[in-house]
T-cell receptor, first 113, second 120 residues
């Protein structure tokens, strides 16, 4: 069964600090991996999308890495801000037009003063 | 900017009521999706549609139906709401990838703000 597992489940950090979120997946065959940010009470918003041939993708202070051999990805947040407080969801796609997505359960990040 | 809107942010219904959740997108996307999101379970696909009047079951279609009469609008219907359908419902849309390069890129899904449905 295709699965996406994220760790940690939740994380609290101080404003200005860096953090790294992990994602392990068993989806096969694999097409691409996405990281979404979901603010409380809102829909997810895409941060990065990486195909199997890419191993890093940045979006401002967010940098995602992908190791397709070990089926692992990480999302690194630099110089965190209070507005980074959200759930971060890892999503893995199988080939076929983008319809077959497997979602992780998310890492809940809280950034404090 | 892609905009996906959902008819209600919060909805409270009684057991047995028929419930309609509406989703509208303004980017001429072919694909539209309905998910539910529950704590500890992640998003689960209920139904999706790749064209007007076309629909396919997702992973958890039981107790739901959908309607796509116009390209921009995708409705989720709970024929007889039950308490286990209390959840956050998210609509999404995406372009249809027909060429190999696009399929590899897997067009991004854009999500609406969600409807938090409570069935009492």
């Amino acid at each position: 069964k295709n699965q996406v597992e994220q760790s940690p489940q939740s994380l609290i950090i101080l404003e200005g600090k860096n953090c790294t979120l992990q994602c392990n997946y068993t989806v096969s065959p694999f097409s691409n991996l996405r990281w979404y940010k979901q603010d409380t009470g809102r829909g997810p918003v895409s941060l990065t999308i990486m195909t199997f041939s890419e191993n890093t993708k940045s979006n401002g202070r967010y940098t995602a890495t992908l190791d397709a051999d070990t089926k692992q990805s990480s999302l690194h947040i630099t110089a965190s801000q209070l507005s980074d407080s959200a759930s971060y969801i890892c999503v893995v796609s199988a080939p076929g037009g983008g319809n077959k997505l497997t979602f992780g359960t998310g890492t809940q990040l809280k950034v404090e003063l | 900017d892609v905009k996906v809107t959902q008819s209600s942010r919060y909805l409270v219904k009684r057991t047995g009521e028929k419930v309609f959740l509406e989703c509208v997108q303004d980017m001429d996307h072919e694909n539209m999706f309905w998910y539910r999101q529950d704590p500890g379970l992640g998003l689960r696909l209920i139904y999706f549609s790749y064209d007007v009047k076309m629909k396919e079951k997702g992973d958890i279609p039981e107790g739901y139906s959908v309607s796509r009469e116009k390209k921009e609008r995708f409705s989720l219907i709970l024929e007889s709401a039950s308490t286990n359908q209390t959840s956050m419902y998210l609509c999404a849309s995406s372009l249809h990838a027909s060429d190999r390069v696009s399929i590899l890129r897997n067009y991004e899904q854009y999500f609406g703000p969600g409807t938090r449905l409570t069935v009492t």
